[in-house]
């Protein structure tokens, strides 16, 4: 019968051995670190930075190695506290900011500064005050875009050296004095009722100038309707006039071809003259040759009607 302490041993022996292999393996798998995307690793051995990690699988030498910081990369939003400031004209004012930056070199942030965040929140206060206090209240107001870009530009390169990129600085709100806002708000409701006043000045002095317009386009269409009325009339009477003297024409054309001759002219213009006699004029003028036909007509009507005057012949 063999003795019991030597399998005692063997079988301690072996369990030890399980034991160290459970606790190397336990290390090993403690000592593999994967990275996630967007995200860093910054590595010291013996407290000395070794190395930064990026997204991957990565193992470090167990108690000599440690991660030091975890830094994401990913861009970060600071809102800061609403900032007391003073203008060039002494005006006080609050002002809300809010930064937008990332981290670009992990070793940097790390060991660059102590509190990061608190150091860019003061830095940012000093520049707005700093930049505000060049500027008037109404520059204030309307250069949102200037102060915004100065201080992208003064706080990105100051965070430089701390692996910081400030990528952009945006003023959230602007708030004046209670006093300031009132009058700014009755310089606004001014400006209203200026603009409106003008509108409706402009919008009566275009109707005036309408309605002149019309009255003079209506008055120059009635001088050209009794202007083509006249010409039209003038040229009927003209027409008419033509139209006479055409056909007298043609009546004296008619005689002269008939052969008529003085005789004949002068008893036509008796009965013309006897005809005239029967108007309403109290002097007529006759001419000295149709007085003569009027004499030699009365004797041959005398004849005509005694026989003894006209002579033994008759």
Not at 39 to 58: A, P, Q
């Amino acid at each position: 019968m063999s003795h019991p302490l030597p399998l005692l041993l063997s079988i301690g022996g072996q369990i030890t051995l399980v034991v160290i292999l459970v606790l190397v393996l336990i290390i090993l798998i403690r000592n593999v670190r994967v990275v996630p995307q967007a995200s860093t690793f910054v590595i010291e051995r013996l407290g000395t930075y070794l190395d930064t990690w990026h997204t991957g699988i990565h193992i470090k030498v167990p108690f000599i190695d440690r991660v030091a910081k975890v830094v994401s990369i990913k861009e970060r939003v600071f809102d800061f506290q609403p900032q007391a400031v003073i203008t060039k004209d002494n005006v006080t004012m609050q002002i809300d900011t809010v930064l937008f930056y990332q981290i670009t070199d992990p070793k940097l942030y790390a060991y660059g500064i102590e509190d990061p965040d608190q150091a860019i929140e003061n830095l940012s206060a000093t520049t707005l005050r700093n930049i505000i206090g060049d500027l008037e209240l109404d520059e204030t107001l309307t250069s949102r875009d200037l102060i915004n870009t100065r201080m992208r530009v003064i706080l990105d390169e100051a965070t430089d050296p701390w692996g910081i990129k400030v990528n952009r600085v945006e003023l959230k709100n602007i708030l004046p004095p209670q006093d300031i806002q009132s009058a700014m708000e009755r310089q606004m409701k001014a400006e209203r009722e200026k603009r409106e006043n003008i509108l409706r000045a402009e919008g009566e002095k275009e109707s005036a100038i309408l309605v002149a317009e019309g009255e003079k386009t209506a008055v120059i269409l009635r001088a050209d309707a009794r202007r083509e009325a006249r010409i039209r009339e003038a040229e009927g009477e003209a027409e008419a006039i033509l139209k006479v003297q055409e056909a007298t024409a043609r009546g004296l054309e008619m005689i002269r071809a008939a052969g008529a001759d003085k005789a004949v002219i002068a008893l036509r213009s008796l009965e013309a003259l006897e005809t005239v006699s029967r108007g309403q004029a109290t002097k007529i003028i006759i001419p000295s040759e149709i007085q003569n036909l009027a004499v030699l007509g009365t004797t041959l009507k005398e004849m005509a009607t005694d026989p003894a005057a006209a002579g033994p012949g008759a």
